[in-house]
């Protein structure tokens, strides 16, 4: 069976031929993806990473400068015609559609760019919009919509469709839990009850929602694929090392930190409206918690709180990366 | 230090104007834009003046005619203009909801975005009546130009336009996408009934009443009489308000200026009021 | 896919393209005011510097017939040629492109729910116009008429669709040669006076224009007894052209949208916005 997306060698630079410093971009660099029929696939990664930039070259936007990329064994670059006929893609925070239609009569506009047939839409609409708790919404125009309902739609849109790969680009940005929760249990659902024909790659710089959602994640920095697996075993790269959290009084000084045996990397987010320095160690020895505590003393912080924690994403990338996602 | 910060806005507004007036290309094509487009106006004139005459372009009436249409342009282009601020930058930079929350006199923005249109203007309406002097023998003499009457009529006429802009702003805040229509519409009033390419008497009797109630009817005839003395003179029959003194024309002006500033503060605060009203400072209306 | 499938499918994009435009007209009823009482007021100013030069009395019939018709240049230049600019702008841009349905069914969609609304501003300007200045039009060709408006719109709205790809490329600018391609085509194409006046050359290049032989084919269908005084080329011969041009702009617009899509995911500026 063809995988749902594979990737060799992806590459794409922006302005290539520009020689100013700075000018020429390469957003992605030798991609090599392999995405399974039925798979819910993570891209996780910072602003910037080449997310976005790697879905548009999927969804036939963009071409790649070199390499190749396939969607369903079709070739993007020349097979995009039918492509397009399998994928559909959501951005979030996305404002499309028209200000002055209804949701109902936005959603059937679009799907009528794929030929689909109005009383089939029509019903695939209003189905939609009551598991999304949009039944009451679906006459109001959409320039009435607050912006989860208005994510709602996109989303909507999305599945409307029926593409067998959806592309869903950072599809709860900037929504509030609840409404992120709805969109989530949605995919998850749309995928599970597919019995492995209905495809995800989802793009976010939320960990925990590439943790809850995706059966694999890929983390992306730099244009660069750092590691592909499943969040467990991910996580499992650091479960050998410690990680551990301190939220100390404001550190300003934290170069000694890093020169501490035993720690692998560390990062610091400042809080300064209350004073605070969270930091964050991933460990190869624990016999280096003293070391951090003696020199968090020397740095002229107190230590607020010290704990201990599970592995996560965060840290499988803060370990990869050397950095965190701030 | 309200004073300060208004013209600091202002001055603000007119950078930003600037910026999207001009910086869309080099200044070489920006000059040759900002020509071809109001010389092309004119020739419409031009050529429907010559299909029926068939040729002279040295009559009193064809200078009438050229020297009003120019000077129309100071009217289309600042209604557009102000119009246009509303719109563009609710509609395609959305940065109006921005611009409106921001603790600056919107007046002040609106205004200073209108500068800078009057500007580029002046160079299309300096243009045109350059070609008409130099290409089609317009009839204007230098020595003869009443050059206070025309600088007074120049500002107050001007002020008078960014007035009625304000109005216009302020509708456009209610107003759909193709509500940009209502610049092109007001402005028509204006070119039909302000005396602009003929004189009003040819009008109904009604609408030379409506004419004598706009102040571009009075800016129209006081910057001709400060431009083109001679021509006024001479002109066979009648403008519609020959008996009126060049001081009694200013006068006419300034007071229908005056009644239309309190009649453009009242439509834009009352627009103004509507539209946070209904939400309208931020919608989008495009299809 | 079997061809009716596709063109099935095709078709129901057309629709869904159209439908914003044609429901606009309706849930935005301001354009009535804006676009149609108000820009009858240029063409009463037009008009009666005609009467003010005494002019013969079909020239108030000629600058109603060209300001009808300025509806349909507006249209094409702020509702097709712009529009994906504008699309863009909004984000519905990229979601046109990854559609398994030609471009070009969108272009037609956004074509054809514009000439319906804008068909609508223009009969009323006709109509308000005919009525207020008392003009008389000869029906004398009913079917040529049909045939030169028809044509006319097919090559102008082609027109419009090729304009709509270049304007991409042109990004911010589009707004400039929209403005800028406003007065200049009114006076080329010979909106408010015969084109004939412009001499032969100038008329024949303006004649790239669609609407310049069809308004000239219109004024000589209304008006018969003045056609040989004020008509360019015989009434046949632009309607030949005219269907050259449908033909031409269809072509070209195909081409340069297929141009404008692969530049634009060469250089991925299809989906930037704010350029």
């Known amino acids: ?326 | 230090m309200a004073v300060r910060s208004d013209l600091r806005t202002f001055k603000n507004a007119a950078w930003l104007g600037w910026q999207m007036e001009a910086n869309w290309t080099d200044p070489f094509l920006f000059v040759i834009y900002s020509i071809i487009k109001p010389i092309a106006g004119t020739l419409i004139l031009v050529f429907m003046y010559l299909v029926i005459t068939s040729g002279a372009t040295n009559t009193l009436f064809f200078s009438y005619m050229y020297v009003g249409n120019a000077f129309y342009m100071y009217v289309a282009d600042v209604l557009f203009g102000v119009t246009w601020v509303i719109h563009d930058d609710r509609e395609h930079y959305m940065t109006l909801k921005q611009v409106y929350i921001a603790p600056i006199s919107f007046y002040m923005y609106i205004f200073g975005r209108a500068a800078i249109r009057i500007a580029i203007t002046s160079m299309g309406v300096f243009l045109t009546l350059l070609f008409g002097v130099l290409v089609l023998g317009v009839d204007i003499n230098l020595a003869a130009v009443d050059w206070p009457l025309l600088a007074l009529a120049l500002v107050l006429g001007l002020a008078c336009l960014c007035i009625m802009g304000l109005a216009l702003g302020g509708i456009s805040f209610l107003t759909a996408k193709h509500g940009q229509g209502i610049n092109e519409g007001v402005a028509g009033v204006f070119y039909v009934l302000a005396g602009v390419i003929f004189p009003i008497t040819i009008l109904p009797g009604w609408a030379q009443t409506v004419s004598r109630l706009l102040p571009v009817t009075y800016w129209m005839e006081a910057v001709r009489r400060g431009l083109e003395p001679a021509v006024m003179a001479g002109l066979p029959g009648s403008t519609g308000l020959q008996s009126l003194s060049n001081l009694q024309l200013m006068l006419a002006l300034l007071v229908s200026t005056v009644a239309f500033l309190f009649i453009s503060l009242g439509i834009f605060k009352y627009a103004d009021k509507v539209a946070r009203r209904k939400g309208k400072i931020d919608w989008t209306t495009t299809y | 896919m079997t061809g009716s499938a596709w063109i099935v499918q095709n078709l129901r994009a057309v629709r869904g393209r159209a439908y914003p435009r044609v429901l606009g007209a309706q849930r935005e009823p301001s354009w009535i005011f804006f676009d149609v009482a108000l820009p009858l007021l240029t063409v009463a100013a037009y008009i009666y510097m005609y009467k003010f030069m005494d002019a013969p009395k079909e020239f108030v019939g000629f600058v109603i017939l060209g300001g009808a018709m300025t509806a349909f240049w507006l249209n094409i230049l702020w509702s097709m040629a712009s529009q994906f600019y504008w699309e863009k702008e909004t984000g519905n841009l990229s979601l046109f492109l990854i559609a398994p349905v030609s471009r070009m069914s969108i272009l037609g969609g956004m074509a054809v729910g514009g000439l319906f609304f804008t068909t609508l501003r223009a009969s009323a300007t006709l109509v308000i116009g005919i009525v207020v200045f008392g003009v008389t039009l000869s029906l004398s060709s009913p079917l040529m008429l049909i045939a030169i408006f028809l044509v006319t719109m097919v090559s102008l709205y082609g027109m419009g669709m090729m304009f709509a790809s270049l304007y991409l490329l042109f990004g911010r600018e589009a707004y400039n040669m929209s403005n800028l391609m406003t007065e200049p085509i009114y006076l080329a194409s010979g909106f408010y006076f015969p084109v004939k006046a412009l001499g032969y050359w100038a008329a024949a290049g303006a004649s790239i224009i669609p609407i310049t032989l069809g308004l000239d084919g219109l004024r000589q269908l209304f008006y018969p007894e003045s056609s040989a005084q004020y008509g360019f080329l015989p009434v046949g011969t632009e309607l030949v052209i005219l269907v050259g041009l449908s033909v031409l702009f269809l072509i070209l617009s195909k081409v340069s949208l297929d141009y404008m899509e692969n530049l634009g995911k060469t250089t991925g500026r299809l989906t930037l916005r704010w350029q």
């Open chain 1, 1 to 326: 069976m063809e995988p749902a997306v594979e990737t060799k060698k992806l590459t794409r630079v922006f302005n290539p031929k520009k020689k100013k410093e700075g000018a020429s971009v390469r957003a992605l660099n030798s991609v090599d993806l392999k995405i399974e029929k039925g798979e819910l696939f993570g891209l996780l990664g910072p602003n910037g990473a080449g997310k976005t930039t790697l879905l548009k070259i999927l969804s036939t936007l963009l071409l790649p400068t070199s390499g190749k990329a396939y969607v369903s064994g079709l070739d993007v670059e020349k097979d995009y015609v039918e492509v397009r006929k399998r994928i559909n893609m959501v951005s979030g925070g996305e404002i499309s559609g028209y200000g002055l239609l209804t949701v109902r009569e936005n959603l059937w506009m679009f799907s009528q760019f794929y030929g689909i047939k109005s009383s089939i839409a029509l019903e695939r609409i209003d189905d939609m919009l009551g598991k999304f708790g949009m039944l009451d919404k679906k006459s109001e125009k959409v320039r009435t919509l607050s912006t989860g309902q208005r994510q709602k739609m996109n989303v909507i849109r999305g599945f409307v469709t029926d593409p067998q790969i959806l592309f869903l680009d950072e599809p709860t940005l900037g929504l509030d839990v609840n409404a992120s929760r709805t969109i989530r249990d949605f995919i998850l659902d749309w995928v599970r009850k597919s019995e492995r024909d209905k495809t995800v790659l989802l793009t976010t710089h939320y960990m925990a929602e590439a943790d809850q959602l995706c059966d694999r994640v890929a983390i992306i920095d730099d244009g660069r694929i750092l590691a592909c697996d499943s969040p467990e075993n991910l996580k499992k790269l650091v479960k050998s090392e410690t990680t551990l959290r301190l939220d100390v009084t404001t550190m300003k000084d934290q170069r000694v930190l890093g020169t501490i045996p035993g720690v692998e990397k560390f990062t610091s987010t400042d809080d300064l409206e209350n004073n605070i320095t969270s930091l964050r160690f991933v460990l190869g020895d624990e016999s280096a918690i003293s070391d951090i505590v003696s020199g968090v003393a020397k740095g002229g912080s107190k230590i607020l709180a010290l704990r201990k924690t599970e592995p996560t994403l965060e840290d499988v990338f803060i370990k990869l990366v050397g950095k965190g996602f701030e």
